[in-house]
C-alpha cells in the first residue's frame, strides 16, 4: 500500500499510487510493496531526493508519532477528563474535550499520527462516539508491541496475536451485552448520559439527553428511514439551554431573500391548516414562445413587454390563490415581481428551500412536490395542522407541524457563538447516534473502563491456552485494554496503582463494575447507569486493530525532502507550518516528532 501525505481519502485499494514525484508527498511503503515496485516507478522516486527510514527506525518512528497523539487525548478521557483550548490563528477559540473535535483540529504533520486521526474521524463518522478510547488503545498496544520487539517478537507474530486477541474480545464482548429496547427508557436516557457526561454540567447533559432520547423515539415510530425523520439545525444566539425539541419541520428562511414581514405583519405568528404547494423548479416569467431575442424599439412595445410580464405574473398568482394555497415552498428561487404579487395576496412565498427541509416536506405532508407550476392542481396541494413564524438569532424560521405524512422531529440547538453553536451540533449528532446504534444495533455494554477491563480479564486467561510467543501478544493486548480504565482513574485525580489491582479483583466475579469517574471508586456500571452501545465498543475494538496493524506493518518510509526553484527561499519550517495552516482552518497545533 502507497499513501500519500496530503490525500485524505484513504486508499481505495493495494496497489493504488497517489501522488507523482511532482506532488513532493511523504510515501510509506511496506517492504513487499517497495520490493515488487517497478524500477520506473522506484527511479521517479529515488531521484527526487529521497529521505528513507527503513526497518527498525521506521517502526520505531511511527511508534511514537502514535503515542504523541495518544498522549495529547489521555487527559480528556471520561467525564472528569479536562478541556483543551483551541486557538486559532485568527483568534477563534474552542474549549472542547471531544476527542474527535481536538484531532480534527490539530495539525499533524507525522504521516503515521495523521493516519490515526483519519481512522478517528472515520470512526466519529460512522459511529458517533468512542473517538479517544480507540486513539488510546492505538497508542498502548503500539507501546506493547514496542516492548515486545525489543524482547526479539516478530511484527507478523505480535500481529497474528493482535489479531486473535481482537477475535476473541468480539466474542466475549456479545457475552455481557445487555439487549435494550425503545421501551427501556431509562437505559436509553443513561446511554445518552455517558456519550454527553463531561460535556456540559449536570443540568444541561441531562436536558439534553432527554431531548435526544425522545427525538430518536419519535424519529423511530415515523419512519423506515433511519436518519431523516430527525434533524438538527443550529443558531448562534440565545443560550444553550435554550435549545429545544420541535415536532415538525424546521425551513430556515435565510436562504430566501424573502424576508417574513414582507408578508402582512399584523397576522399572527401562526397559520393553522395550512395548504402548502411543493415547486421542485424555478420559479420565473417565461419570455414569449416564439421569440428568442427581442429588440425594443417603441415606448409602446416596451409597455406591451410589461403587460405580458404583468399578466404571466397575475396568472401565476392567480393559479396559487385560486388553489388557496397559503404557502408555497420552491427549491429554487422567485421571480421578484411574482412573489411581491403573491405578498399582496397574503401567499407566503419561500424560495430556494434548502433540499433536506424541501425533501422532509415531500415526505411528512400529503402535498406532492411538481416540477413545473403548470402541473400543480389540487391533488397536489397538502393541508398540515401549522406554520409558525419563529426566530432563532438573527434567522428566521417557519415551523411546520401537525404533519400528516410521516411525522418529523427537529432539534433547534443554540449556543452563544456560531462556535458554540456548531459544537453542540456536533455532541448532539453524537448523542443520537449513540442512542440509535444501542437500539438498533445489539444493546449496550456497561461503560466506565469495566467491560474494558473484563475483556482484559477474560483475554489473559484465554491467552494461557495459547502458549507459544503468540501468547505474549495476547497478554499485551489484554493489558493495552486496562489503559482505559487505568487513564479514568487517573483523570478523576485517583492513583491507578492503588485503584486497579482492586478492580481486576472485583471483576473475578463482578463483570460489571467499573470507575465511577466523580470519586475515582470503584462502582456497578449498570446501577449508576453508565452505558455505552455495544457498537461503539466494538467498533474501537476493530479500528484500533486496523490502525496499529497498518502502522506496524511499515518498515520503510521514504520522505521527499528536495526544494523546487519556488521553494528555494523558503525553510522547512516556513513550508511546514503554512500547510499545517491550510490544513487546520488557522490552528497552530502540531504534532510530529
Ligand atoms: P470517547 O471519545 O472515547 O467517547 P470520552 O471522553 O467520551 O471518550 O470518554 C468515554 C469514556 O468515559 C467511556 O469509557 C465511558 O464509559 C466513560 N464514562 C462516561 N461517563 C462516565 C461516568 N459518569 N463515570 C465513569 N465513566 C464514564
Ligand atoms: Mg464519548
Given at each position: 500500500m502507497i499513501m500519500e501525505d496530503?490525500?485524505?481519502?484513504?486508499?481505495?485499494?493495494?496497489?493504488?499510487?497517489?501522488?507523482?514525484?511532482?506532488?513532493r508527498p511523504t510515501v510509506i511503503v511496506p517492504l513487499e510493496v517497495g520490493k515488487n515496485m517497478s524500477r520506473s516507478l522506484r527511479h521517479q522516486w529515488i531521484t527526487h531526493d529521497v529521505k528513507r527510514t527503513t526497518g527498525e527506525n521506521a517502526r520505531q518512528a511511527n511508534i511514537d508519532a502514535g503515542n504523541a497523539v495518544a498522549t495529547a487525548l489521555r487527559s480528556t478521557l471520561g467525564p472528569s477528563g479536562r478541556d483543551k483550548m483551541l486557538v486559532g490563528a485568527n483568534g477563534t477559540v474552542i474549549v472542547t474535550n471531544d476527542g474527535a473535535s481536538i484531532l480534527d483540529r490539530m495539525a499533524i504533520d507525522d504521516p503515521a499520527a495523521r493516519m490515526i486521526a483519519r481512522a478517528a474521524n472515520a470512526q466519529h463518522e460512522t459511529i458517533g462516539d468512542g473517538v479517544t478510547t480507540t486513539v488510546l488503545l492505538i497508542g498502548e498496544l503500539l507501546s506493547q508491541a514496542e516492548r515486545l520487539v525489543n524482547d526479539g517478537l516478530h511484527p507478523t507474530t505480535i500481529l497474528k496475536g493482535y489479531d486473535r486477541a481482537t477475535s476473541y474480545a468480539l466474542q466475549r464482548s456479545d457475552e455481557y451485552r445487555i439487549d435494550i429496547t425503545s421501551k427501556d427508557d431509562e437505559r436509553l436516557r443513561a446511554v445518552a448520559k455517558t456519550a454527553v457526561t463531561?460535556?456540559?454540567g449536570p443540568k444541561a447533559t441531562d436536558r439534553f439527553s432527554t431531548l435526544t432520547t425522545a427525538a430518536v423515539r419519535a424519529g423511530d415510530r415515523a419512519t423506515r428511514t433511519e436518519t431523516s425523520a430527525i434533524t438538527t439545525k443550529a443558531f448562534p444566539g440565545?443560550?444553550?439551554?435554550d435549545s429545544e425539541r420541535i415536532d415538525g419541520i424546521l425551513v430556515d428562511m435565510d436562504t430566501s431573500s424573502t424576508t417574513i414581514e414582507l408578508f402582512d405583519t399584523d397576522s399572527p405568528s401562526t397559520l393553522t391548516d395550512a395548504r402548502i404547494a411543493l415547486v421542485d423548479a424555478e420559479i420565473d416569467i417565461e419570455q414569449?414562445?416564439?421569440?428568442d431575442r427581442m429588440t425594443i424599439s417603441t415606448p409602446e412595445q416596451l409597455d406591451s413587454l410589461h403587460e405580458y410580464e404583468s399578466d404571466s405574473t397575475r396568472k401565476i398568482v392567480q393559479t396559487l390563490t385560486d388553489l388557496g394555497v397559503d404557502v408555497l415552498f420552491c427549491q429554487k428561487s422567485i421571480d421578484d415581481a411574482v412573489r411581491t404579487g403573491l405578498a399582496r395576496e397574503g401567499v407566503l412565498a419561500v424560495e430556494r428551500t434548502r433540499r433536506d427541509e424541501f425533501d422532509a416536506l415531500v415526505r411528512a405532508t400529503a402535498a406532492t412536490a411538481v416540477q413545473s407550476l403548470t402541473d400543480l392542481d389540487r391533488t397536489a396541494i397538502g393541508i398540515v395542522g401549522s406554520i409558525e413564524r419563529r426566530s432563532a438569532g438573527s434567522t428566521d424560521l417557519l415551523v411546520v407541524a401537525g404533519l400528516s405524512g410521516d411525522e418529523h422531529t427537529s432539534l433547534l440547538l443554540r449556543g452563544g457563538t456560531k462556535h458554540v453553536a456548531a459544537e453542540t451540533e456536533r455532541i448532539i449528532e453524537s448523542c443520537l447516534a449513540v442512542v440509535r446504534g444501542a437500539l438498533r444495533n445489539g444493546g449496550v455494554l456497561p461503560g466506565g473502563g469495566a467491560t474494558e477491563t473484563a475483556l482484559s480479564t477474560d483475554l489473559s486467561k484465554h491467552a494461557t491456552t495459547i502458549g507459544g510467543r503468540e501468547q505474549l501478544a495476547i497478554e499485551a493486548f489484554a493489558s493495552s485494554l486496562e489503559r482505559i480504565p487505568r487513564t479514568l482513574i487517573d483523570n478523576a485525580g485517583r492513583d491507578p496503582r492503588e485503584v486497579l489491582p482492586r478492580l481486576r479483583q472485583r471483576h473475578?466475579?463482578?463483570?460489571v463494575i467499573g470507575i465511577?469517574?466523580?470519586?475515582g471508586e470503584l462502582r456497578d456500571m449498570l446501577e449508576a447507569g453508565i452505558l455505552e452501545p455495544t457498537v461503539v465498543k466494538r467498533h474501537c475494538l476493530t479500528t484500533a486493530l486496523e490502525t496499529t496493524t497498518t502502522i506496524l506493518r511499515i518498515d520503510d518510509i521514504l520522505r521527499h525532502t528536495d526544494t523546487d526553484s519556488s521553494d528555494a527561499t523558503t525553510s522547512d519550517d516556513q513550508r511546514s507550518q503554512r500547510r499545517t495552516r491550510q490544513r487546520t482552518g488557522g490552528y497552530p497545533w502540531a504534532i510530529g516528532h
Open positions: 496530503s490525500v485524505h481519502h484513504p486508499p481505495q485499494s493495494e496497489t493504488e499510487v497517489y501522488a507523482t514525484a511532482r506532488t463531561g460535556r456540559w440565545g443560550e444553550r439551554r414569449p414562445d416564439t421569440v473475578i466475579d463482578t463483570p465511577d469517574s466523580s470519586t
